[in-house]
Nanobody
Framework: VQLQASGGGLVPAGGSLRLSCVLS????????MGWIRQAPGKEREFVAS????????YYADSVRGRSTISRDNAKNTVFLQLNSLKADDTAVYYC?????????????????WGQGTQVTVSS
């Protein structure tokens, strides 16, 4: 499984970004998908996840109400809409495929990761 994330960039505080991630080399609609981020000097942190059919989603408290995870199974793509961005959201954002079709908040449930896309929020 290969994952290619895109959509990061430099945005002012209060702005928005939409991250995308395309999966290849696997059957996309059999995987739950997740977004994980890592800020400089910090450990990787769960952000959001979505089940194989999009019916179940989970969010970290730090982004709940400001972000939306979604997926398009026809396009093998998962999205993360980030709104009202804060300086604390600055991180490398990774998409990941879960080991099952069930959404999870545990990083250990995601064996396949993409290369990450940088999000920088200027205050």
């Amino acid at each position: 499984v290969q994952l290619q994330a895109s959509g990061g960039g430099l945005v002012p505080a209060g702005g928005s970004l939409r991250l995308s991630c395309v999966l290849s080399g696997g059957t996309f609609n059999t995987y739950a998908m997740g977004w994980i981020r890592q800020a400089p000097g910090k450990e990787r942190e769960f952000v959001a996840s979505i089940s194989w059919n999009g019916r179940t989603t989970y969010y970290a408290d730090s982004v709940r109400g400001r972000s939306t995870i979604s997926r398009d199974n026809a396009k093998n793509t998962v999205f993360l809409q980030l709104n009202s961005l804060k300086a604390d959201d600055t991180a490398v954002y990774y998409c990941a495929a879960a080991r099952s079709h069930l959404a999870s908040v545990r990083l250990n449930d995601y064996p396949s990761w993409g290369q990450g896309t940088q999000v920088t929020v200027s205050s």
